[in-house]
Structure formats: C-alpha cells, structure tokens
C-alpha cells in the first residue's frame, strides 16, 4: 500500500530537519526516527506516526500505510544519521505520566541527569531487556527523542515508558528507593524488591544530594579491582537490572 | 618536575598527529593518549612513556617526568578529541601474548570481531572493574591503540592486557570455552568456573560459525521482553562478568 513515486517538496525536507532539533520536536509534539527495524518497530506501538519517507527498499511490516518514496538522495538529506537507511519517519511524542499507583506496582527507573545520548538510548534498550516498562528521568535529563536517544534504542523505545518529571517530588511517593552509589550495600548478597524505583545518577558526579534524601536503599557493584574507578552509567544499570530480575529466573 | 616551556615544532605536531592513523602506530609501535586521568594511569602502568605535551595546568601523579609544556591551542592541534584535555602523551604499544599456561590459570575474555572503538574501550573497563585481566582479540577486531578505543577505557588499559591472535588456534588450547549465545542456556542457574574462556561475538553477526566449533558451553542472558532481540555487545560482557563473579562475593 505505497504511494507511487511523488517528489518531495522543499518544505517537506525543512520541516523534516527543523525535528533534529529540540525547540522544534517540542512546539510540534513530534519526533523522527530511522532505520527500517527501529521505524517498524514504532509502527506497531502505542506511538501515531505522522509522516514516513523511504526508498524503494524499505518493508514495512504489518498494517498498510501510505509511504512517500524518496530518493537515496532525498533520505540523505532528510536524514540525521551519518548512514541513513531505508526509511526515516515521524511520530507524535507521548509523555502522560500514569498514576504513581500504577508506578509503584512495578520495577521502575529513575534517572537523575542522564547527560550522553547514546547512554540514555542504551538504558531504554537495557530496561526493554528485563522487562522494565518504566523510566523517570530528572528535567534535566537529556531529551528522549533526540534522534541519537531514538537510534541508540535500537526500537527499544516502541515498548518502554520514558517520562520527565520532578523527581524530588515524585520518588517520595515510592515505599522503596534504590539508589546506585559508590559505597553502598554490596547488591550480590541484598534482598531486591520486586517494586520499587532504582535511582541512576549522572554520569560524573553520581546521584545530587537532594535526591539522596529520598533514596533508603543504597545499593553497589562490588569492585575486583584496585584500580577501576567507576562503570559506565548505561553498564551499571545493566549489571543492575540483571540482578534484581536474575531471582526471578535463576 | 617540567621543562619550561619550548616551543613545539612543526615536526613534532605532525609526528603525534600521524597516531591518530593505525598505520603509523603499527610502523612506530607507539599509542597516544588524552587527558589527565588516563595519561597518569599509564604512566602508573607496564607501558613505557616516550612523551607528553601538557599545559600548565596538568598534575602529573606520582614519579617526576619531563613535560612539554604547551598552548592550549597546540594541544588542540595535536589532540584527536573534541574538546583536549591539559594534556596527551605517547607510549610504546605492548602485545606479548603470555603463555597460554599462563592464561588458562584465570577467567578471560576473547573478543571475535568485535568493530566499534567505543565498545572495546568500554568493555576493557568492565573486564578492569571485573578484576579480568587478559582479553583475546581476533585479529579483525578494531585496534586497541586506535584513540576513541583508549579513550573509552577511562584508564583501564593500564592495568589490562589486550593481546590480538588467531583465536581459532589459541581457543583450542583451552579446557572451557564459553560463548554467549541468543539460545544458549540460562546463565543464571548455570555452574560457572573460575578459569576459561568467555567468548563474545561481533556487534551484528554475533560468534562466527567457525569459532563456534571451539565452544563447549553456550550462555545466554534470559529475555525478559517479547519485543527486545539484543542488547550491545558491551552490555551483554558486563553482565556476563558481573555473573561469574558475583559468587566469588555474594
């Protein structure tokens, strides 16, 4: 259900572009993203696509849909990837926070000032992973539907919650907050809810003080060895996910 | 400890910028790397320094050493990074492979075709924080020396060691080859030994077929997700190394 070659106007490709860009996706409440597995993936999620652009290559998996086709040309200019491939398309963004209730009854994360891109996007795929449908993250997080965020989900985002939030308000609401420090309670050998909120800080300076004030579970990765200072911040939240959800299939 | 300052030549800029290319680290047998944290692990580390260009602001850690001092705006110049950092300095590259003897007395890491810098730069810091020591790379996998990949291990190149090989040869000597598999058994509930091998596959095609023959033990990381296919090939080592450690802490 394509539809036949139609030439893409000037300001189709500018309004493509200007979504690159943060202001942009967020006065239009729309976000693009790449790749034929990450596109198919969010054309069969909770996300409404808008618009979609792909050369003659791209299948789409599922339900019908009417494409524009464009030239290699055309998707490279459209693009934001270094390597754009097949297909690049627009949804409209989600951000309804759920009740806290509904929150509360799962395993939830909570990121404190996610900075890179690429580790927000790797998180999102490690969430998906184990099962995790929910992530929180600070105000000053790094804005989920950056393309770099979107790409780096490998489609991970099609299934899982990502909202920002006042975290200092919202992580009081939780009976349990785990927290990832430096110097905590070795997590090998602790008793892991199956509810709760684990708190990831920022990739340098760790959890903010603030927000420590509502953490009563702090929890570590013990170290073997005397010289390694820290994990990457998407690495320790792998390691971590790992294991509270190991229990569950060991 | 310092020279004073000396003007850098041309000659010299040049030199350290030719590093940046994997042709002249092989010809010369010399790596650079960029700032502070990293440059004062290796000086701290097995590698011999040959030199380091520096503006006033960096600490050298520990024994004296003879610093070029430079402008910020030569270390701009001879820096493979973004934004430089005080300072970058040159070592000798180091590829003895011990002793297979040697290796089969401990938990080790083989990397089959493993392509992008900042995973192995990343995964060389989780074998580091794991207390892992050596790591095995085909000889197609991405050049440890290569900047993005020094860069990426935050230091823990210093303390351990990359060796590249023919690992259809080297895998062979071993009693246990582990390789982690999409359809391996459960890692969770599985013995795991202290010595061995642990295979990891490349980023999209996973172990090679022809590696595949050395295996004995294949692993997995259950799914908790319907809709995830794979988690990034360092994520996948991080958990991996958290599980055959945590029994020797929990």
Not at 57 to 81: C, D, M, N, P, Y
Not at 167 to 194: C, P, R
Request: glycine letters at 4%.
């Amino acid at each position: 259900m394509r539809y036949s070659y139609t030439m893409i106007s000037k300001t189709q490709i500018k309004n493509i572009k200007l979504l690159h860009q943060k202001k942009y996706r967020e006065s239009e409440g729309v976000f693009i993203a790449e790749g034929p597995k990450i596109v198919n993936d969010l054309l069969n999620s909770k996300f409404k696509v808008r618009e979609v652009f792909a050369t003659k290559e791209f299948k789409v998996q599922g339900s019908s849909l009417r494409i524009h086709e464009v030239t290699e040309k055309e998707l490279i200019q459209l693009s934001a990837l270094a390597t754009p491939n097949q297909v690049i398309a627009s949804f409209e963004t989600e951000d309804v926070m759920p009740d806290v209730r509904i929150l509360k009854m799962e395993l939830v994360l909570a990121l404190d000032d996610i900075r890179d891109p690429g580790n927000l996007g790797t998180i999102i795929r490690i969430a998906d992973w184990f099962g995790i449908r929910h992530i929180l993250c600070s105000e000053s997080s790094v804005d989920v539907y950056n393309p770099k965020v979107i790409q780096a989900t490998m489609g991970s985002i099609a299934r899982v919650n990502v909202y920002y939030a006042d975290l200092d308000t919202v992580l009081k609401e939780f009976n349990t907050v785990y927290a990832a420090v430096l110097d905590g309670d070795n997590i090998y050998s602790q008793k892991l809810s199956k509810q709760g909120v684990v708190l990831i800080g920022n990739e340098s300076k760790g959890v903010s003080e603030k927000l420590m004030k509502c953490v009563n579970r702090r929890i570590s990765i013990p170290n073997f060895s005397a010289g390694a200072e820290s994990l990457n911040a998407a690495v320790a939240v792998a390691v971590i996910c790992s294991e509270f959800k190991r229990r569950e299939k060991a």
